[in-house]
């Protein structure tokens, strides 16, 4: 929930003057510095300048914070709303669904439009809330925001940067350099200093009473020019004949004498409306009269207003001032019960409304510490169903402060700690809850240590402390045991005693011997059964309880872990060759472990889609997927997933003949991390390093193809080819002869795209080797690569080729013709547009494309054309695409188009030849479109969802196809989706009136008429 007041300039309800010197003073350093940081306590009329000289002008952009926006999603929720009119771009942002991981790159995302805007200022009041923080639970909570701050004074010239803060905010990165520079300003006290004619002129405007210049000077002096005592002095003066002499003390003293003087003359029903709603930080009329148990506060808070007491007004809400608030606090605390009744009320507001860290802090200060942790324990399943960990740790963290948390919370801090893989802490909070709990806490928390234990890989020591328990424990911690103890043994390789044990403990749950657990405890169960199943490749079994499991998710509302039995399901599916299933289950599960904040996980997911990526041979995808997976790995302190990560990389780095790459990739990795499922590809990517370099070291290639073939059940298919490929080149190297040269067992798709990355090793033991002889003539193929869909990509032997946006687009011209050719005419028409030809450029920059990419090109008595021998060398894949299309019409084949289709054609090409790409783009999308249909057809009677998936996508590359919307709309209405029938209906009105049209009566006919369906069933 944003409180938008906090995004509107304050009206200060207390009478000020118009400090026209500094508002002029401030105008003018804005002009010369890029920040300009007002510094002083409290009171000293930081906020007050700051309003008077934002009421002004139109283009600023005000945030007050306080302690909450430490949290950087908070910090960027509030800033983004605030952005949306002055910056538009800032409108594509958001912070749903963001993995903290990516917060960095949004901060920078968000940085970089402002820097391209035009100009405006932001306004941060009350900086020091977010700076001065303790520590917090999640680490690095607000190092982001203060980096960002850094980004706009260094890099956005148009973006005035003005800030509040009782103290230096030094923690900015090169604050002190940028000062220096003279592109920070900083306005400290001293320049906020009420100067005497200032206080003669609030004297007489406010009160109409004349101080003469010695006194005003003496009243300076004696407040160090403190504009809240200056004030206050002030309002005293207006009932009393002279101003008090010798204030001493500190300002906080002052204050709370001079507002003594104010507070008592007040009718005591508006006293005590103060006192009472000083447990709140912020007043609005429905929080006050809940607060109160009344009806009459709008009238208190317009009663304050009129008085000019000393609040701010943003919007319809009104906050006291700091010290104003701590003194009518002091003043509540004089009746103990009622000020802890009035608390207690806070608490259940800010419970109420989801603001469970200032219900915990409510509680506390009413010393109702039961209360607070019974708050705390309401809400621990729904907080960590939606991964607001930061939330919840900072609530146990308060209750932590000064006292041991009660037992059950210290196992809920545990738990969460190791959500977030902060295993130390989640350790001391597993051994404090032993030590403090009774035996059957004592007893669980072991249990749980040996599972977190167990997923850091950790096996001994977890089996030592399951062994420590006795054999009778308690019915409710059976579920619990029996479920670690199984994981371990499937762990260790003991796959059917670990599945025997859990079916047991599952059939004692159903028979009513153990107490029925929630559905989390039951998912976790039918999950591991289902890894168990999956790895004695019982892949039927693995699959019923794996969907199990992904029901027992799904009831109990627990998206974040539900993460990993998706994961679990397109293993499965990629296991089966069901690769389009199985991208769909990690697509999903992707999307909900950063909606969710399930960092672990996503790792998990990321490793997957890399392993998918190889598999389809989209090795440039599965390279980056594997670069994601270490650093989100690295961040989260998971050595074998970083293991994991760097071996991927490693490895499609070498395929990609990027060798420079794979070096620095092999330098990273630390062999001991290694996991078991990355063993084989280890061994296999050393081995392949070793033989594509020059003078290969022969003996050194063996242990490790070896080591390669003992881990071959843990390779991918592809993998497994390459390692059959290095056994018989390595033979050759050794001068062995390879009579039993491996048979290829591949689907040829997978080879075709493997080969070409290995033509080396290919050409090295082509001559006696009939494998490598085949897999160079048969699938090594192409010496030149060209992509043109969805990206642009030219390599002639795996060198890339740099082409401008001319010279990419004049290949491709040619490309397209064929083995026919152009005409200089027609050649000159498509790629420059001119009705004029001019021979010169034509055939220089036909030279440059055949030079840059040594295809060669004829010129033929005016006809250009790529000589006929190069043909069976070339991969283009429009041509390809094309090709797959002709060839046959079924369901696979029209699949591996699909695949094959990158994105729109040629982009980045010469803006001179739009109008010859823009018909070939339409062309090639339009059959694109086509091909989607027809799988879309293909599928509606045995895999209706996927159906809907193609028909989709479809729908979201051309919205207009009115007949894609019609068979969409039917197919879902066939299922009960009506929900799927009204968005699709609305789909295809909103992209039709973009061309000035409506759908045809047939479709709006088929809606009323699904929608009547829909009404009669109801």
């Given at each position: 929930m944003l409180f938008k007041q906090k995004l509107v300039v304050p009206t200060l309800a207390h009478s000020a003057i118009e400090r026209s010197g500094l508002i002029e003073q401030l105008d003018q350093t804005l002009e010369l510095?890029?920040?300009?940081?007002?510094?002083?306590?409290?009171?000293?009329?930081?906020?007050t300048l700051l309003s008077q000289w934002a009421s002004?002008?139109?283009?600023?952009?005000?945030?007050?914070?306080?302690?909450?926006?430490?949290?950087?999603?908070?910090?960027?929720?509030?800033?983004?709303?605030?952005?949306?009119?002055?910056?538009?771009?800032?409108?594509?942002?958001t912070v749903q669904n963001v993995q903290p991981q990516d917060l960095p790159e949004l901060f920078r995302k968000v940085a970089a439009a402002i820097a391209g805007a035009a100009a405006f200022t932001l306004v941060l009041d009350d900086l020091h809330t977010i700076t001065e923080q303790s520590t917090d639970p999640i680490p690095d909570a607000n190092v982001w925001i203060l980096d960002f701050l850094a980004l706009l004074i260094e890099y956005a010239p148009d973006c005035s940067l003005v800030v509040a803060s009782r103290t230096l905010p030094t923690a900015i990165p090169g604050l002190i350099r940028l000062a220096a520079q003279r592109r920070v300003a900083v306005f400290d006290h001293k320049a906020l200093q009420f100067q005497p004619g200032e206080v003669q002129h609030l004297?007489?405007?406010?009160?109409?009473?004349?101080?003469?210049?010695?006194?005003?000077?003496?009243?300076?002096?004696?407040?160090?020019?403190?504009?809240?005592?200056?004030?206050?002095?002030?309002?005293?003066?207006?009932?009393?004949?002279?101003?008090?002499?010798?204030?001493?003390?500190?300002?906080?003293q002052v204050y709370a004498f001079l507002v003594e003087q104010i507070i008592t003359p007040l009718p005591g029903d508006l006293q005590r409306f103060l006192e009472e709603t000083s447990v709140l930080d912020d007043l609005s009329p429905q929080r006050c009269d809940a607060l109160r148990e009344r009806s009459d506060s709008v009238h208190w808070l317009k009663e304050i207003n009129r008085r000019n007491l000393f609040t701010s007004r943003r919007g319809t809400w009104l906050s006291l001032h700091s010290l104003f608030r701590e003194f009518l606090r002091h003043r509540l605390s004089r009746d103990p019960e009622h000020e802890r009744e009035l608390l207690l009320r806070a608490a259940t507001i800010y419970a109420d409304e989801g603001d469970l860290e200032r219900a915990v802090e409510s509680y506390l200060e009413a010393a109702a510490r039961e209360q607070a942790y019974a708050v705390v324990r309401a809400a621990v399943t729904w907080l960590r169903h939606q991964s607001r960990q930061s939330t919840l740790l900072a609530c146990l963290d308060r209750l932590s402060h000064g006292q041991i948390l009660p037992p059950d919370l210290l196992l809920v801090q545990a738990q969460v700690y190791n959500d977030l893989a902060l295993w130390e802490r989640a350790d001391a909070s597993f051994q404090l809850a032993h030590i403090v709990g009774d035996q059957v806490i004592g007893w669980e928390a072991q249990i749980l240590r040996a599972e977190s234990l167990a997923l850091r890989g950790d096996i001994s020591t977890a089996q030592d402390l399951l062994a420590e328990l006795p054999t009778d424990i308690p019915p409710q911690l059976v579920l619990d045991y029996n479920r670690v103890t199984s994981r371990l043994a499937i762990q260790r390789g003991d796959l059917t005693g670990g599945i025997a044990r859990l079916e047991t403990i599952q059939k004692r749950v159903q028979q009513g011997d153990i107490p029925t657990p929630n559905s989390d405890k039951l998912a976790v169960v039918a999950d591991l059964i289902g890894i168990g199943y999956f790895m004695i490749e019982d892949l039927k079994n693995a699959l019923r309880y794996f969907q199990r499991a992904d029901t027992y998710w799904q009831a109990s509302g627990n998206l974040g872990r539900r993460v990993v039995t998706l994961n679990n399901l397109g293993l499965l599916a990629m296991k089966i060759g069901q690769t389009v299933d199985s991208r769909n289950a990690f697509a999903t599960a992707l999307a909900l472990a950063r909606e969710t904040g399930r960092r672990r996980e996503e790792v998990l997911v990321c490793w997957s889609l890399g392993d998918l990526d190889i598999i389809e041979g989209r090795f440039e995808a599965a390279h980056e997927r594997f670069i994601e997976t270490y650093t989100l790995a690295q961040r989260m302190n998971l050595p074998a997933a970083v293991a994991g990560g760097e071996i991927g990389a490693m490895w499609t780095a070498i395929i990609r003949d990027d060798l420079p790459a794979a070096l620095e990739w092999k330098q990273r990795v630390n062999p001991y991390a290694v996991p078991p499922e990355a063993q084989g590809r280890w061994a296999l990517a050393q081995g392949l390093l070793h033989l594509l370099q020059k003078g290969a070291d022969v003996a050194a290639i063996a242990p490790l193809l070896d080591e390669a073939q003992n881990a071959a059940a843990t390779l991918l298919p592809p993998e497994q080819a390459v390692l059959q490929i290095l056994q018989s080149a390595h033979k050759r190297l050794e001068g062995q002869a390879d009579d039993d040269a491996p048979t290829m067992d591949l689907p040829d798709t997978l080879l075709?795209?493997?080969?070409?990355?290995?033509?080396?090793?290919?050409?090295?033991?082509?001559?006696?080797?009939?494998?490598?002889?085949?897999?160079?003539?048969?699938?090594?193929?192409?010496?030149?690569?060209?992509v043109t869909l969805g990206q642009f990509r030219c390599r002639n032997d795996g060198i890339p080729c740099t082409l401008s946006a001319l010279h990419r687009t004049v290949l491709v011209r040619l490309l397209d013709a064929g083995l026919g050719g152009l005409d200089q005419e027609r050649l000159w028409e498509d790629v420059w547009d001119e009705e004029e030809i001019r021979l010169a450029a034509l055939r220089k920059a036909v030279s440059r494309v055949r030079d840059q990419t040594r295809l060669p090109i004829s010129i033929q008595a005016g006809h250009y054309s790529i000589a006929l021998d190069a043909w069976d060398f070339i991969a283009y894949d429009a041509h390809t695409f094309e090709r797959l299309l002709a060839e046959t019409a079924d369901k696979e084949a029209l699949k591996r188009a699909v695949e094959h289709y990158g994105g729109e054609f040629l982009p980045g090409a010469a803006l001179s030849a739009l109008r010859w790409v823009d018909a070939r783009r339409t062309y090639l999308q339009q059959r694109y479109l086509d091909v989607l249909e027809r799988l879309g057809s293909q599928h509606e009677a045995q895999d209706p969802g996927q159906a809907i998936y193609y028909y989709q996508r479809v729908l979201q590359i051309d919205?207009?196809?009115?007949?894609?919307?019609i068979q969409l709309m039917r197919l879902a209405a066939r299922f009960g989706n009506h929900t799927l029938v009204s968005a699709t209906f609305e789909q295809l009105t909103e992209a039709l009136r973009t061309i000035d049209a409506r759908p045809s009566t047939e479709i709006r006919t088929l809606h009323r008429e699904l929608l009547n369906v829909r009404a009669a069933q109801h």
């Amino acid at each position: 929930m944003l409180f938008k007041q906090k995004l509107v300039v304050p009206t200060l309800a207390h009478s000020a003057i118009e400090r026209s010197g500094l508002i002029e003073q401030l105008d003018q350093t804005l002009e010369l510095c890029r920040a300009v940081i007002l510094t002083a306590p409290a009171g000293w009329g930081k906020t007050t300048l700051l309003s008077q000289w934002a009421s002004r002008r139109s283009t600023v952009i005000w945030y007050s914070l306080d302690r909450d926006d430490r949290d950087p999603y908070r910090f960027l929720a509030y800033l983004l709303s605030a952005l949306g009119e002055i910056v538009p771009k800032t409108n594509d942002f958001t912070v749903q669904n963001v993995q903290p991981q990516d917060l960095p790159e949004l901060f920078r995302k968000v940085a970089a439009a402002i820097a391209g805007a035009a100009a405006f200022t932001l306004v941060l009041d009350d900086l020091h809330t977010i700076t001065e923080q303790s520590t917090d639970p999640i680490p690095d909570a607000n190092v982001w925001i203060l980096d960002f701050l850094a980004l706009l004074i260094e890099y956005a010239p148009d973006c005035s940067l003005v800030v509040a803060s009782r103290t230096l905010p030094t923690a900015i990165p090169g604050l002190i350099r940028l000062a220096a520079q003279r592109r920070v300003a900083v306005f400290d006290h001293k320049a906020l200093q009420f100067q005497p004619g200032e206080v003669q002129h609030l004297a007489h405007r406010i009160h109409g009473i004349m101080i003469g210049q010695d006194q005003a000077q003496d009243l300076i002096r004696q407040l160090d020019g403190w504009a809240t005592g200056i004030v206050l002095a002030l309002d005293q003066l207006r009932d009393a004949q002279s101003l008090p002499t010798n204030y001493g003390g500190t300002t906080e003293q002052v204050y709370a004498f001079l507002v003594e003087q104010i507070i008592t003359p007040l009718p005591g029903d508006l006293q005590r409306f103060l006192e009472e709603t000083s447990v709140l930080d912020d007043l609005s009329p429905q929080r006050c009269d809940a607060l109160r148990e009344r009806s009459d506060s709008v009238h208190w808070l317009k009663e304050i207003n009129r008085r000019n007491l000393f609040t701010s007004r943003r919007g319809t809400w009104l906050s006291l001032h700091s010290l104003f608030r701590e003194f009518l606090r002091h003043r509540l605390s004089r009746d103990p019960e009622h000020e802890r009744e009035l608390l207690l009320r806070a608490a259940t507001i800010y419970a109420d409304e989801g603001d469970l860290e200032r219900a915990v802090e409510s509680y506390l200060e009413a010393a109702a510490r039961e209360q607070a942790y019974a708050v705390v324990r309401a809400a621990v399943t729904w907080l960590r169903h939606q991964s607001r960990q930061s939330t919840l740790l900072a609530c146990l963290d308060r209750l932590s402060h000064g006292q041991i948390l009660p037992p059950d919370l210290l196992l809920v801090q545990a738990q969460v700690y190791n959500d977030l893989a902060l295993w130390e802490r989640a350790d001391a909070s597993f051994q404090l809850a032993h030590i403090v709990g009774d035996q059957v806490i004592g007893w669980e928390a072991q249990i749980l240590r040996a599972e977190s234990l167990a997923l850091r890989g950790d096996i001994s020591t977890a089996q030592d402390l399951l062994a420590e328990l006795p054999t009778d424990i308690p019915p409710q911690l059976v579920l619990d045991y029996n479920r670690v103890t199984s994981r371990l043994a499937i762990q260790r390789g003991d796959l059917t005693g670990g599945i025997a044990r859990l079916e047991t403990i599952q059939k004692r749950v159903q028979q009513g011997d153990i107490p029925t657990p929630n559905s989390d405890k039951l998912a976790v169960v039918a999950d591991l059964i289902g890894i168990g199943y999956f790895m004695i490749e019982d892949l039927k079994n693995a699959l019923r309880y794996f969907q199990r499991a992904d029901t027992y998710w799904q009831a109990s509302g627990n998206l974040g872990r539900r993460v990993v039995t998706l994961n679990n399901l397109g293993l499965l599916a990629m296991k089966i060759g069901q690769t389009v299933d199985s991208r769909n289950a990690f697509a999903t599960a992707l999307a909900l472990a950063r909606e969710t904040g399930r960092r672990r996980e996503e790792v998990l997911v990321c490793w997957s889609l890399g392993d998918l990526d190889i598999i389809e041979g989209r090795f440039e995808a599965a390279h980056e997927r594997f670069i994601e997976t270490y650093t989100l790995a690295q961040r989260m302190n998971l050595p074998a997933a970083v293991a994991g990560g760097e071996i991927g990389a490693m490895w499609t780095a070498i395929i990609r003949d990027d060798l420079p790459a794979a070096l620095e990739w092999k330098q990273r990795v630390n062999p001991y991390a290694v996991p078991p499922e990355a063993q084989g590809r280890w061994a296999l990517a050393q081995g392949l390093l070793h033989l594509l370099q020059k003078g290969a070291d022969v003996a050194a290639i063996a242990p490790l193809l070896d080591e390669a073939q003992n881990a071959a059940a843990t390779l991918l298919p592809p993998e497994q080819a390459v390692l059959q490929i290095l056994q018989s080149a390595h033979k050759r190297l050794e001068g062995q002869a390879d009579d039993d040269a491996p048979t290829m067992d591949l689907p040829d798709t997978l080879l075709q795209r493997l080969a070409p990355r290995l033509r080396s090793v290919f050409e090295a033991t082509a001559s006696d080797l009939p494998l490598a002889h085949r897999m160079l003539t048969q699938f090594a193929g192409p010496r030149w690569d060209i992509v043109t869909l969805g990206q642009f990509r030219c390599r002639n032997d795996g060198i890339p080729c740099t082409l401008s946006a001319l010279h990419r687009t004049v290949l491709v011209r040619l490309l397209d013709a064929g083995l026919g050719g152009l005409d200089q005419e027609r050649l000159w028409e498509d790629v420059w547009d001119e009705e004029e030809i001019r021979l010169a450029a034509l055939r220089k920059a036909v030279s440059r494309v055949r030079d840059q990419t040594r295809l060669p090109i004829s010129i033929q008595a005016g006809h250009y054309s790529i000589a006929l021998d190069a043909w069976d060398f070339i991969a283009y894949d429009a041509h390809t695409f094309e090709r797959l299309l002709a060839e046959t019409a079924d369901k696979e084949a029209l699949k591996r188009a699909v695949e094959h289709y990158g994105g729109e054609f040629l982009p980045g090409a010469a803006l001179s030849a739009l109008r010859w790409v823009d018909a070939r783009r339409t062309y090639l999308q339009q059959r694109y479109l086509d091909v989607l249909e027809r799988l879309g057809s293909q599928h509606e009677a045995q895999d209706p969802g996927q159906a809907i998936y193609y028909y989709q996508r479809v729908l979201q590359i051309d919205g207009c196809r009115e007949q894609t919307a019609i068979q969409l709309m039917r197919l879902a209405a066939r299922f009960g989706n009506h929900t799927l029938v009204s968005a699709t209906f609305e789909q295809l009105t909103e992209a039709l009136r973009t061309i000035d049209a409506r759908p045809s009566t047939e479709i709006r006919t088929l809606h009323r008429e699904l929608l009547n369906v829909r009404a009669a069933q109801h």
